[in-house]
């Protein structure tokens, strides 16, 4: 349910120090913020110093030091541990630069999210040994982040089910699609859930085995047209019988006992 609360930002300082071979090396700062509350109150700051993929050291607000993680970053660990300006301005960051951002990237990204428009649909009707196929879909949500799952009677379902990824719409907003494979049994529920940031709590959306929308608007175009077809076929039927009656020439020909004239 936590889904999206782990927000983790690092604008990336990078310098690269080319040796003139095709292959390069590659250092980089990364400063991180990580929280999952929302009053910031388990705010983490971390600096990290990384050489290729290598971590050397990390100031973790947490700890309140920098800690080297190789030979090199234990020497640099040691000499920035003993600046008090250093020391100062590193613990300072977590209020003046995480919690500070934190709030601006929240109510500008975070807090913009857009709810998931969710259909369940039938992609194949059980038959033979064959089993049903289900399809759930999510449209137009931001942001992409989503868990899309499957619950028989409350439980969820892990086995034959597939899902694409989230596809980007190109304009901001997301869909994502899955499909569950099962064999139906009299009196289950089978819902689809879907959990995303614009949602307080997960969506739980219940399979109907009813018929479907599709197919019950077909069925109901087919009976209209049958009452119709039926109404319009009596109306002129009374209209073909009347109109016989109502011509006075028959009625003068009937009474004559001349042949009828139709
Ligand atoms: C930061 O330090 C705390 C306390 O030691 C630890 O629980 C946490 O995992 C550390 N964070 C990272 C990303 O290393």
Not at 27 to 50: A, E, F, G, I, P
Request: net charge neutral.
């Amino acid at each position: 349910m936590s889904l999206l609360k782990l927000l983790i930002f690092h604008p990336i300082l990078m310098l690269s120090a080319f040796t003139g071979t095709a292959h390069g090396y590659y250092t980089y700062t990364m400063y991180d913020c990580v929280y999952s509350t929302s009053d910031y109150s388990d705010m983490v700051y971390l600096n990290s110093y990384s050489f290729n993929q290598v971590v050397d050291l990390q100031f973790n607000s947490s700890v309140g030091k920098y800690v080297g993680y190789t030979e090199q970053g234990v020497k640099f660990a040691e000499n920035f541990n003993k600046d008090p300006a250093i020391m100062q301005q590193q613990k300072a960051e977590v209020d003046r630069f995480c919690r500070h951002n934190a709030q601006i990237w929240d109510s500008a990204v975070r807090d913009k999210s857009v709810k998931p428009k969710i259909t369940l649909r039938s992609a194949r009707q059980a038959g033979g040994s064959r089993p049903a196929v289900l399809v759930c879909s999510a449209y137009e949500f931001y942001p992409k982040k989503i868990k899309v799952s499957w619950l028989r009677d409350g439980k969820e379902m892990t086995s034959d089910v597939t899902s694409t990824m989230e596809m980007a719409d190109g304009n901001w907003f997301y869909q994502i699609h899955s499909e569950l494979e099962y064999t139906p049994k009299s009196g289950e529920k089978i819902s689809c859930m879907v959990e995303h940031a614009s949602f307080s709590k997960p969506m739980i959306t219940d399979w109907d085995p009813s018929l479907p929308e599709g197919e019950r608007n077909k069925i109901a175009i087919g009976a209209s047209g049958l009452v119709l077809g039926i109404i319009i076929a009596a109306a002129g039927l009374i209209y073909y019988k009347k109109k016989l009656i109502l011509i006075p020439e028959c009625l003068f020909t009937l009474r004559s006992n001349s042949p009828p004239c139709w």
